[in-house]
C-alpha cells in the first residue's frame, strides 16, 4: 500500500478545532483521566438530568455489559430540534433535494422540523405507540423518514429502520423478529426516475406477521395503493387532526433508541441495539471533530437512511450538532454522472461524505463529468464503508477536490455506532488508504490469531480494548449472541471482524474482513492489496479478490475484474494483469485466476457479497452452496459469475 504523504494544509493547521498537538492531547486525556473527560464532553448534550456516572462496562464473561451515563436523563429529539429553537429555529436544519433535478428541493427550519416532529410523534401516540415498542421504518429518502426517527425518539418508541430497497420476505423477517406493533412506509419511492412499490411491500410482508396493528403511510409520490380499513392510515391526514406540540419523554441515557439489523459472517441478520445518551454524544462529537463542523456549514451524507451512516451522519449528529443536513432522494450516477456535483454546486456544500463504491463507478466515467462542474464550496470530502484504494482516494482528492480538501476516511462499523478510526482535518497528516488514528477513548489493539496483543509496526486482527459511549448494547432478544459475537474469539476484547495493520507512525490500515486476509505460501495478504493494484491498470474499473484452496501454496489469488466500459476481455489482457500484479506488488501476488465479470454481486449498500465470490472460486456453484443470496442488488450477476467460471 502506498506510504504517500499529505501534511495538513497551512488553512487548516492555522483554523481547526484541533491541532496535532491538540488531538494528540485531547486523546491522552480521554484514556488517562477517562471519567472526567467524558462527563466534560457529555456537557454538549441537553441532560434532563445530567450524569454523575460514566463508563461502567466490561467485557468480561462474569460482569459482562455496556453501560454509559447510567444515571443520566435525556431525550434525543430535544436534543436534537428542540435546544436550537432559540438561537437557530430559522435555519434550515433539512434540505432535501429531490431524485429528479427537474423538481425543486425542500427546506425545513429547526422550528418547520418541530412541528413536524410534534405532529408525527402525536400520531403515533394516537395510533397506540407507547414508549419502548418497536416501529418499523420502510421509507424512502424523503424529509418524513427523518421526521419518523426524531418522533420515535420523542415518545420513547425504538426505530427500526428496514433499507426501502428490501424485499417483502426481509422486511417481515426484520417486523417479526422485534416484534413491532407499528410500520410507517410511503406510498411510493423514487430512485433514478423509477418507482418503488414501498406500500404493496408491507402490504406483502404483513401477511406473514400478525403483531403489526397500524400502518402509518406517508403520501410521497402519489401513486395508488390499496388502504387497509382499520389498519392503514394517512400520515397528513392524521397529523392535520393532533395537536402542533408533543412533549418530549424523559429518557435514561440507557433507554434503547433504536434497532439496526445487519449481517454477520453466519445466522439471520443481527438487531444491533442503541442507547439514548452515548450513542448521541458519539454522533454528535465524532461529527465535530471528524468534519470540523462549523455553524452555517452545509452538510451532505450521501448514504441511505436505512443504513448506519444514515441514521448517525444524516439525521442524528448533525441535527444534534445543529447542523444544515442535506437529504438527497436520487443515486449518485442519475440523470449523469456528474448529478453528485451538480448537487453540490446547487446547493453550496462544504463537506461531502460518501462511499469508495460510489467513487469508484464515478471514476470509471471520466473526469469530464467532475470537472466541469464548479465545487468551489467544498472543504473536506470524507469516506466510510470500505477500505478505499489509494488510486481512489488520489481521484478524489485530486480531480474532486483540486486538492484543496482533506479526505476523512472514517473507519467504523453498526456495531461501533459512529466514527471510531479517522482523521481529524486539522490534526492528522493524511495517508492515502489509511484510515490514520484513534478517536478520542477508542482503543485499538492489533492482536495476533492466539490473541497476543502486537505492539509497533504490526498486522494482525483488529480489536477494541475497552469500551465507548456509542459501542452496541446487545443484539435485540439475544444478549448471549452478542457476547458470543464478538467478545469470546479474544476474550475480554470486542472483535471487530476487521484485519488491520499498524505502521510505525501508529497509522491504521484496515484491511477488510478478517476472513478475506489470504495466505498464499505463508505471506498474509489482504485482498484489498491485489485489487487497488488491479483497479491502478488503465483497463481495469473494478476488481475483487478471494483466496481459495490450492495445493501448494495453501490458498491462491482468484480475482473478478470488471473492466472499463471500452475495454474487451482477452488473453492478452489477462496476462497483461497478472504480469501487471506481479510488477505492482510482487510476485507472491501473482493471480492464479482471473475472472472477466461484467458486474460484482453486491449489497444493495453497494458492499460486495465476498463469500459468494468465495464459493465460486472453491468451485462450489449450485444455489445451496452459494447460500442466502436474498441481499443481493442483482442476483443476475451471480449467474453470469456461475456460467463463466475461470480456471
Ligand atoms: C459504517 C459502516 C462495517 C464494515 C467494517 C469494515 C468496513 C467501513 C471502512 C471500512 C475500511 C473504512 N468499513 N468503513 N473498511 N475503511 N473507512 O460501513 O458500517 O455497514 O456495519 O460495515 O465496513 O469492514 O467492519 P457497516
Known amino acids: 500500500m502506498s506510504d504517500d504523504f499529505f501534511p495538513v494544509p497551512a488553512v487548516w493547521a492555522k483554523n481547526a478545532l484541533l491541532d496535532l498537538e491538540g488531538r494528540a492531547a485531547d486523546y491522552k486525556r480521554s484514556i488517562e483521566d477517562g471519567h472526567a473527560y467524558w462527563l466534560e464532553r457529555a456537557k454538549r448534550l441537553d441532560w434532563i438530568t445530567p450524569p454523575t456516572k460514566t463508563d461502567e462496562s466490561s467485557f468480561e464473561e462474569a460482569d459482562f455489559g455496556v453501560q454509559w451515563f447510567a444515571d443520566g436523563e435525556l431525550n434525543v429529539s430535544a436534543n436534537c430540534i428542540d435546544r436550537h429553537l432559540a438561537t437557530r429555529g430559522d435555519q434550515v436544519a433539512i434540505l432535501w433535494e429531490p431524485d429528479s433535478p427537474e423538481e425543486e428541493p425542500r427546506r425545513y427550519t429547526y422550528r418547520?422540523?418541530?412541528?413536524?416532529?410534534?405532529?408525527?410523534?402525536?400520531?403515533l401516540k394516537g395510533a397506540g405507540a407507547k414508549k419502548g415498542d418497536r416501529i418499523t421504518v420502510y421509507m424512502p429518502m424523503i424529509p418524513e423518514a427523518a421526521f419518523a426517527l426524531l418522533a420515535c425518539a420523542r415518545i420513547g418508541a425504538i426505530h427500526s429502520v428496514v433499507f426501502g430497497g428490501f424485499s417483502p420476505?426481509?422486511?417481515?423477517?426484520?417486523?417479526?423478529?422485534?416484534?413491532?406493533?407499528?410500520?410507517?412506509?410511503?406510498?411510493?419511492?423514487?430512485?433514478?426516475?423509477?418507482?418503488?412499490?414501498?406500500?404493496?411491500?408491507?402490504?406483502?410482508?404483513?401477511?406473514?406477521?400478525?403483531?403489526?396493528?397500524?400502518?402509518?403511510?406517508?403520501?410521497?409520490?402519489?401513486?395508488?395503493?390499496?388502504?387497509?380499513?382499520?389498519?392503514?392510515?394517512?400520515?397528513?391526514?392524521?397529523?392535520?387532526?393532533?395537536?402542533?406540540?408533543?412533549?418530549?419523554?424523559?429518557?435514561?441515557?440507557?433507554?434503547?433508541?433504536?434497532?439496526?439489523?445487519?449481517?454477520?459472517?453466519?445466522?439471520?441478520?443481527?438487531?444491533?441495539?442503541?442507547?439514548?445518551?452515548?450513542?448521541?454524544?458519539?454522533?454528535?462529537?465524532?461529527?465535530?471533530?471528524?468534519?470540523?463542523?462549523?455553524?452555517?456549514?452545509?452538510?451532505?451524507?450521501?448514504?441511505?437512511?436505512?443504513?448506519?451512516?444514515?441514521?448517525?451522519?444524516?439525521?442524528?449528529?448533525?441535527?444534534?450538532?445543529?447542523?444544515?443536513?442535506?437529504?438527497?432522494?436520487?443515486?449518485?450516477?442519475?440523470?449523469?454522472?456528474?448529478?453528485?456535483?451538480?448537487?453540490?454546486?446547487?446547493?453550496?456544500?462544504?463537506?461531502?461524505?460518501?462511499?469508495?463504491?460510489?467513487?469508484?463507478?464515478?471514476?470509471?466515467?471520466?473526469?469530464?463529468?467532475?470537472?466541469?462542474?464548479?465545487?468551489?464550496?467544498?472543504?473536506?470530502?470524507?469516506?466510510?464503508?470500505?477500505?478505499?484504494?489509494?488510486?481512489?482516494?488520489?481521484?478524489?482528492?485530486?480531480?474532486?477536490?483540486?486538492?484543496?480538501?482533506?479526505?476523512?476516511?472514517?473507519?467504523?462499523?453498526?456495531?461501533?455506532?459512529?466514527?471510531?478510526?479517522?482523521?481529524?482535518?486539522g490534526a492528522t497528516d493524511l495517508k492515502p488508504g489509511s484510515a490514520t488514528l484513534p478517536l478520542p477513548g477508542v482503543v485499538p489493539q492489533i492482536v495476533d490469531g492466539e490473541g497476543q496483543v502486537l505492539h509497533g509496526a504490526a498486522e494482525g486482527n483488529l480489536v477494541i480494548a475497552q469500551s465507548w459511549p456509542g459501542q452496541m448494547r446487545t443484539v435485540w432478544g439475544d444478549h448471549a449472541r452478542f457476547f458470543q459475537t464478538y467478545f469470546t474469539t479474544f476474550p475480554g476484547k470486542y472483535t471487530t471482524g476487521d484485519g488491520a495493520r499498524r505502521d510505525a507512525d501508529g497509522y491504521y490500515w484496515i484491511t477488510g474482513r478478517v476472513d478475506d486476509v489470504i495466505n498464499v505460501s505463508g505471506h498474509r495478504m489482504g485482498t484489498a492489496e491485489v485489487e487497488s493494484a488491479l483497479v491502478l491498470h488503465e483497463s481495469v474499473a473494478e476488481a475483487a479478490v478471494v483466496g481459495f484452496p490450492h495445493d501448494i501454496k495453501g490458498q491462491g489469488i482468484y480475482a473478478y475484474v470488471t473492466l472499463n466500459a471500452h475495454d474487451e476481455p482477452s488473453e492478452e489482457l489477462r496476462k497483461a494483469l497478472t504480469a501487471w500484479v506481479r510488477t505492482e506488488i510482487g510476485p507472491i501476488a501473482t493471480p492464479d485466476v482471473i475472472q472477466f465479470a461484467p458486474g460484482l454481486p453486491k449489497?444493495?449498500?453497494?458492499?460486495?457479497?465476498?463469500?459468494?465470490?468465495?464459493?465460486?472460486?472453491?468451485?462450489?456453484?449450485?444455489?445451496?452452496?452459494?447460500?442466502?443470496?436474498?441481499?443481493?442488488?442483482?442476483p443476475s450477476v451471480v449467474e453470469h459469475l456461475v456460467a463463466n467460471r475461470a480456471g
Open 169 to 425: 420476505e426481509a422486511l417481515a423477517g426484520r417486523i417479526i423478529d422485534c416484534d413491532s406493533n407499528i410500520v410507517i412506509t410511503a406510498d411510493e419511492g423514487r430512485r433514478a426516475g423509477r418507482k418503488v412499490p414501498l406500500k404493496a411491500n408491507v402490504d406483502a410482508a404483513l401477511d406473514e406477521c400478525t403483531s403489526v396493528k397500524q400502518v402509518i403511510v406517508v403520501k410521497a409520490t402519489g401513486g395508488q395503493v390499496a388502504m387497509k380499513d382499520g389498519r392503514d392510515l394517512w400520515l397528513h391526514e392524521e397529523a392535520a387532526r393532533v395537536p402542533a406540540d408533543c412533549p418530549p419523554e424523559r429518557m435514561n441515557a440507557e433507554d434503547p433508541l433504536f434497532i439496526l439489523y445487519t449481517s454477520g459472517s453466519t445466522g439471520k441478520p443481527k438487531g444491533v441495539l442503541h442507547t439514548s445518551g452515548g450513542y448521541l454524544l458519539w454522533a454528535a462529537l465524532t461529527h465535530e471533530l471528524c468534519f470540523d463542523y462549523r455553524p452555517g456549514d452545509i452538510w451532505w451524507c450521501a448514504a441511505d437512511i436505512g443504513w448506519v451512516t444514515g441514521h448517525s451522519y444524516i439525521v442524528y449528529g448533525p441535527l444534534a450538532n445543529g447542523a444544515t443536513t442535506l437529504m438527497y432522494e436520487g443515486v449518485p450516477h442519475w440523470p449523469t454522472p456528474s448529478r453528485i456535483w451538480e448537487v453540490v454546486d446547487r446547493h453550496q456544500v462544504h463537506t461531502i461524505f460518501t462511499a469508495p463504491t460510489a467513487l469508484r463507478a464515478l471514476m470509471r466515467e471520466g473526469d469530464e463529468f467532475v470537472t466541469r462542474t464548479s465545487r468551489q464550496s467544498l472543504r473536506l470530502l470524507g469516506t466510510v464503508g470500505e477500505p478505499i484504494n489509494p488510486e481512489a482516494w488520489r481521484w478524489y482528492h485530486h480531480v474532486v477536490g483540486e486538492d484543496r480538501c482533506p479526505i476523512i476516511d472514517t473507519w467504523w462499523q453498526t456495531e461501533t455506532g459512529a466514527a471510531m478510526i479517522a482523521p481529524m482535518p
Open 112 to 123: 418547520q422540523v418541530h412541528e413536524e416532529v410534534c405532529r408525527f410523534a402525536n400520531v
Open 603 to 634: 449489497t444493495r449498500s453497494g458492499k460486495i457479497m465476498r463469500r459468494i465470490l468465495r464459493k465460486i472460486a472453491e468451485g462450489e456453484v449450485s444455489p445451496q452452496a452459494l447460500g442466502d443470496t436474498s441481499t443481493l442488488a442483482d
